[in-house]
């Protein structure tokens, strides 16, 4: 092939790929969730904080994408749901015996589509501690993917629980 012809060939083939470069980035994009803000992943806790508290699993599954995956013991098959109605299910069972519940969470750390958000959860609990007033600390960690429309599409919980009403160390939470 001689230098022109090249030349031309080459061109060629890069006029053509310039639009279909384009047309692929424009895709990749629409695909790419937008970067979540502190404030949506706030207001998502939020609510889903207020729907454990209310024991309100009609509110808890409007938060997940319909084909969310929820891990509430991360590698066990007994404690991962997906989709709403497992998720419903797991929240009426797992909420039945709490009652004063409240909740509070720290500052989310948040990297494009995922967000890292600390909790702080005090509720009565017979079936976890059957002395006294059956109060109990869960000290949580959720690890959480969103969906381009704000639904939560996987939420991955790492806990420990502790006996009491245990208050938050001073600066909990803060990012």
Not at 20 to 27: I, M, P
Not at 96 to 116: C, Y
Request: hydrophobic share 40%; aromatic share 8%.
């Amino acid at each position: 092939m001689n230098p022109r012809t090249h030349r031309r060939t080459l061109l060629r083939a890069g006029v053509a790929a310039l639009p279909l470069a384009a047309v692929t980035s424009a895709a990749q994009a629409a695909e790419r969730p937008a970067k979540l803000s502190v404030g949506q992943v706030s207001s998502w806790t939020d609510a889903y904080l207020e729907a454990w508290r209310t024991k309100n699993d009609a509110a808890a599954v409007r938060l997940f994408t319909p084909d969310a995956l929820y891990e509430a013991v991360p590698g066990v098959a007994a404690q991962t749901f997906r989709g709403r109605e497992a998720i419903g299910r797991y929240w009426r069972d797992i909420t039945a015996g709490q009652s004063e519940m409240t909740g509070r969470h720290g500052t989310p750390v948040i990297t494009g589509n995922r967000a890292s958000v600390e909790l702080w959860v005090t509720m009565r609990a017979p079936a976890l501690n059957p002395d006294g007033e059956h109060w109990v600390t869960l000290l949580e960690a959720n690890i959480l993917t969103f969906a381009p429309d704000g639904r939560c599409r996987r939420n991955t919980e790492y806990w420990n629980l502790q006996m009491g009403r245990l208050a938050p160390p001073q600066g909990w939470g803060t990012a």
